[in-house]
């Protein structure tokens, strides 16, 4: 049987990341939108999947663990989303460990570049917005910013203050792309290729990302996400034929009144594509 019309969500982040919602009460959201299969991809952190877990459990949603690890690939940020791993996996734990670290160091280096700029008190500003002092995320900053009242909206913020090549964009190096996906597939998990849409590569930085993905043993790509456009999809539709990616769908909410894309209320993914989680069956934590 055919799973296309399965409402899976297995694109989410909680306050675990830069999300403003308690795994808990994003548990509660999802079972309200409908959604038949969850995982929580907070970013580059798992403390989130246990009380995500039992959330689940108590209110009768299957789910997948996940995660979004943060890349550096062709000089860019990559996200990568881990799904159906073991999340007490040491050596995902390490890397994901490793992968957080210099965030805050990264965070006050950002908050002095604002500072030149005149945007003051970045640093203590973001942190009032952190659930996880591991995790300050330029999100964290989007949101001082915003309260401030320089800007009107998170996107305006980006495209002002935090977006790569603006003032308080500081460049980080996180996890190589080979490691992530060693991390999640070494747990028993599909790697996923986050949005592709986002990253603004030519077509052969493209090329390469799916093709180094790929060999690593990278199995899927996300074609249904919030961010992209119907174009995005039609072509990431595709490439994930062309390719013979499995594919993924999933919101990227990370709170009310903050994400484009409400939690399991994206399109299914087209009839020609195969779903990741038709491959995911025994990695499914059933209620
Ligand atoms: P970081 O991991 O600290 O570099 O922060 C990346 C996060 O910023 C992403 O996961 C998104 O949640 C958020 N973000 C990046 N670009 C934008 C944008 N243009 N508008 C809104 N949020 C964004
Ligand atoms: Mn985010
Ligand atoms: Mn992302
Ligand atoms: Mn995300």
Same mark, same amino acid.
């Given at each position: 049987? @055919?799973? %296309? ?7 989410? %982040? ?19 939108? *409908?959604?038949?299969? &969850? ?5 580059? =952190?798992?403390?989130g ?5 039992? !959330? +689940? ?8 663990? /996940?995660?979004?690890?943060?890349v550096?690939?062709? *000089? ?10 073991d999340? %007490?996996? #040491?050596?995902?734990?390490? *890397?994901?460990?490793?992968?957080? /670290?210099?965030?805050?160091?990264? +965070?006050? =280096?950002? #908050?002095d ?16 917005y952190v ?42 190096? &996180?996890a190589?792309? *080979?490691? !992530?996906?060693? &991390? ?9 290729? !986050?949005?592709?849409?986002?990253? /603004?590569? @030519?077509?052969? =930085? ?26 995005e ?28 894309? =409400? ?13 990741? &989680? ?10």
């Amino acid at each position: 049987m @055919s799973t %296309h019309l399965l409402n899976a969500d297995l694109h989410c %982040h909680s306050v675990v990341s830069d999300g403003t919602l308690t795994p808990e009460t994003l548990a509660q959201r999802a079972v309200d939108q *409908g959604v038949e299969l &969850w995982a929580l991809t907070d970013h580059d =952190e798992l403390g989130g999947q246990a009380p995500a877990i039992a !959330a +689940a459990h108590a209110l009768g949603l299957d789910m997948l663990t /996940g995660v979004e690890i943060s890349v550096t690939f062709a *000089g860019k940020t990559v996200h990568i989303v881990g799904l159906g791993f073991d999340h %007490h996996d #040491a050596a995902l734990q390490a *890397g994901l460990a490793a992968t957080r /670290g210099g965030r805050a160091e990264r +965070a006050r =280096e950002m #908050a002095d570049e604002l500072a030149k700029v005149g945007v003051k008190g970045a640093f203590e500003g973001a942190l009032k917005y952190v659930g996880n002092p591991d995790l300050i995320s330029r999100t964290h900053f989007a949101r001082y910013i915003l309260e401030t009242g320089i800007c009107g909206s998170v996107h305006e913020v980006f495209s002002r203050y935090l977006a790569d090549g603006k003032p308080g964009y500081v460049p980080h190096r &996180w996890a190589g792309l *080979g490691d !992530a996906v060693s &991390w999640i597939t070494q747990a028993g998990g599909t790697a996923v290729i !986050a949005h592709p849409g986002r990253y /603004g590569f @030519s077509p052969t =930085e493209e090329y390469a990302l799916f093709t180094e993905f790929m060999a690593h043993g990278g199995r899927a790509v996300e074609v249904m996400t919030g961010s992209h456009s119907d174009a995005e999809r039609l072509k990431y539709a595709d490439m994930a034929l062309e390719f013979d990616l499995l594919a993924s769908r999933g919101s990227d909410f990370h709170g009310p009144g903050e994400s484009r894309c =409400e939690m399991g209320s994206l399109p299914p993914l087209q009839g020609r594509l195969t779903p990741v &989680w038709e491959v995911l069956n025994e990695r499914v934590l059933r209620a």
